[in-house]
């Protein structure tokens, strides 16, 4: 059982930064592949990042990619998303979610999810 906090959202202006933590706690953490997903209103939670468990091999959404950042600290059992040049359409829930084994984009992969982050950018 793997528990996920979430923390870091909030208000930014286009072209602004954010950056997203996520906190684990219950399990050994370096054995689990993380991710961060997204859902904005009406519209289904979709693959933002994640994070290998061995390597730490980064995966990213085209839609991101150059723009945002996923990193992870074993020793501080968190994992971040540095989030630049954002754009309305980020405009989401993000999501921190937890595996074990290989990353995945598929949502339904991972049996382990934050409570949430709202992160709205203005225009």
Known sequence: ???????????????GS???SCAASGQTFSAYSMGWFRQAPGKE??????????????YYTDSVKGRFT???DNTKNTVDLQMNVMKPED???????????????????????GQGTQV????
């Open 70 to 72: 996923i990193s992870r």
């Open 45 to 58: 939670r979709e693959f933002v990042a994640a994070i290998r468990w061995s390597d730490s091999t980064t």
């Open 1 to 15: 059982q793997v528990q996920l906090v979430e923390s870091g959202g909030g208000l930014v202006q286009a072209g």
């Open 120 to 123: 709205t950018v203005s225009s």
């Open 18 to 20: 954010l950056r997203l």
């Open 91 to 113: 405009t989401a829930v993000y999501y921190c979610a937890a595996r074990q084994g290989p990353a995945r984009q598929g949502p339904d992969m991972y049996p382990y999810w």
